[in-house]
């Protein structure tokens, strides 16, 4: 019955318009590839877009990046969805083995895979503290490492999207400021215009804490990375809801239309990817964005998001040594 309720919800999301799935071989270890493909087999293959992210399951080699194993993944994962090839290939971490033993290997095999027709593009993953010059006091090494490395491997693997996490949640340097800080440092999104690739937001909801749908009694399996949400921050995301939920209306999928049409019109030209889980959540994500959010709109929700992350960041530096202080953002957004 779940299996056919999640079915039900991704024919209704492409019923709605959606025209971009993205699956990842571990979600169920497969299964979720699985229940994609008898989605697919009723709806017509040019209307749709699928974007599987790889590189979390190495199998029993050394790397998921190995040529071996890439080229296994992508055959298996074609084979789950019952498809000839995939629109986007996205590497889901930058880890290619020691002093990036694999790095040349991947390169080679990714390129056989384009001009063999497997796989459309490739997606490379962003950091989301690409820039910090226009956010200083949240900057580290950190910040500045994962940035060169964004760069060095953009130019090594020449990838034709970025995928990276954007939502209120997010401190990185965003649209809608200037394209450049006052150092010369660039925003992603400014990056991929520049350089002709597409860009995919994931988790736009923040792992569902922007539709303030947990409470105290939420229980997350083991493994799920929910389960590091702390009560003290849930108390925090719900008082700072409270001036959308009078305004917009109080039910979670309210607040969910409000962070999704906030996020577009954040990245206008940016595909967004939202998860369902049946077909009145995919319906409703869709009616939000039928309504287009006001100026006045707008700036509202900006300013209650930016008191909503900066009490968090605040919280979050306060309970952790200063040694360890290393946001638990990073893993919600």
Do not use: W
Not at 165 to 185: M, Q, T, V, Y
Not at 201 to 207: E, I
Not at 232 to 240: A, P
């Amino acid at each position: 019955m779940a299996d056919d309720i999640a079915v039900e919800a991704l024919l209704s999301a492409q019923a709605e318009g959606a025209t971009v799935f993205d699956i990842s071989d571990i979600y169920g270890m497969g299964h979720a590839q699985r229940l994609l493909g008898r989605m697919l087999t009723q709806v017509p293959r040019k209307k749709v877009r699928i974007s599987c992210t790889l590189g979390a399951f190495k199998g029993t080699g050394l790397s998921p990046y190995s040529s071996l194993n890439l080229h296994g993944q992508v055959e298996q994962s074609l084979e789950n969805l019952g498809v000839d090839y995939l629109d986007v290939l996205t590497l889901t971490h930058t880890d290619f083995g020691p002093r990036d033993r694999y790095l040349e290997d991947a390169q080679e095999t990714l390129q056989a895979l384009r001009d063999q027709g497997d796989v459309k593009a490739i997606g490379l993953r962003a950091p989301c503290r690409l820039v910090t010059g226009s956010t200083a006091r949240q900057s580290s090494s950190r910040d500045h490492e994962n940035a060169a490395r964004f760069a060095y491997l953009f130019q090594r693997l020449g990838p034709d999207v970025i995928s990276l996490s954007i939502n209120p949640l997010d401190r990185p340097f965003l649209p809608g400021n200037a394209a450049k800080d006052s150092e010369g440092e660039e925003d992603i999104f400014s990056f991929a215009h520049r350089h002709g690739v597409a860009t995919m937001a994931y988790k736009p909801l923040g792992q569902g804490l922007l539709t303030g749908k947990y409470g105290p009694d939420s229980v997350f399996l083991p493994g799920d990375v929910r389960s590091s949400i702390t009560t003290r921050t849930l108390d925090i995301v719900h008082k700072h809801l409270r001036p959308l939920r009078e305004r917009f209306g109080a039910e979670p999928q309210d607040l969910a239309r409000i962070a999704l049409g906030y996020c577009l019109r954040l990245c206008p030209n940016s595909i967004v990817l939202a998860g369902i889980s049946n077909p009145q959540q995919a319906s409703a994500n869709f009616q939000g964005l039928n309504t287009e959010l006001s100026d006045e709109d707008y700036d509202f929700i900006g300013a209650v998001y930016a008191s909503l992350r900066e009490e968090l960041y605040c919280s979050q530096q306060q309970s952790r040594p200063s040694a360890l202080r290393t946001s638990s953002l990073d893993q919600m957004t």
